[in-house]
């Protein structure tokens, strides 16, 4: 393999850091052992810039380009957007319907006016949609139809693979322009 850029970040297939390298995962470094690449990296990921300075954080990141590209929004270099999860409210939800489908009993001798053992809106096996008790004309459960979801965040990352991202920290100074 040929000597790095100091500061270089590279992506491995193994579980840990090649002798020279640390892994992205935000360890705080003092400058003073360091002093060349803090000279690259600053306090661009944290630190507080006198006597120590943060590696990037790659832990439940995906790398992305700083700068603006058509229809996208300006990134600077160490700066962290987004959200794991996502909890959707209902006006971010498209518009759809829950059905709920009554079939009709056309034999009249096994027709009733009432809610009865052995006879209910619901599948086999699940509760009575009907209030306990009820008497003919009854009024569903207020819990059969409604709001469900229970404002619970749901997974909101891309598919991932797991990887070992890693940083030179020793390595060729880079040359400016």
């Known amino acids: 393999m040929t000597e790095p850029f100091l500061g270089e970040i590279q992506v491995f297939g193994f579980s840990f850091a090649p002798l020279?390298?640390?892994?992205c995962n935000g360890a705080v470094v003092p400058i003073q052992q360091y002093s060349a690449l803090f000279s690259l990296l600053g306090t661009n990921y944290g630190g507080n810039g006198t006597t120590t300075f943060q590696l990037p954080n790659f832990?439940?990141?995906?790398?992305?380009?700083?700068?603006?590209?058509?229809?996208?929004?300006?990134?600077t270099i160490g700066e962290t957007f987004g959200a794991i999860?996502?909890?959707?409210?209902?006006?971010?939800?498209?518009?759809?319907?829950?059905?709920?489908?009554?079939?009709?009993?056309?034999?009249?001798?096994?027709?009733?006016?009432?809610p009865s053992a052995g006879n209910s809106l619901a599948p086999p096996g699940s509760t009575s949609p009907f209030v306990a008790n009820a008497e003919a004309n009854a009024q569903f459960l207020?819990?059969?139809?409604?709001?469900?979801?229970?404002?619970?965040?749901?997974?909101?990352?891309q598919p991932y693979l797991a990887l070992n991202y890693s940083i030179a920290m020793s390595g060729v100074y880079p040359s400016f322009g």
């Not at 790398?63 to 229809?71: A, I, L």
Request: net charge positive.
């Open 20 to 23: 020279g390298w640390a892994s």
């Open 142 to 157: 207020p819990t059969m139809l409604g709001i469900t979801g229970n404002s619970q965040p749901h997974e909101n990352r």
């Open 59 to 75: 832990t439940n990141r995906a790398g992305c380009n700083q700068g603006t590209g058509p229809g996208l929004s300006g990134r």
């Open 85 to 114: 999860s996502e909890t959707l409210t209902v006006a971010q939800m498209p518009a759809h319907m829950h059905q709920f489908t009554i079939y009709n009993q056309p034999d009249l001798a096994k027709k009733t006016g009432a």
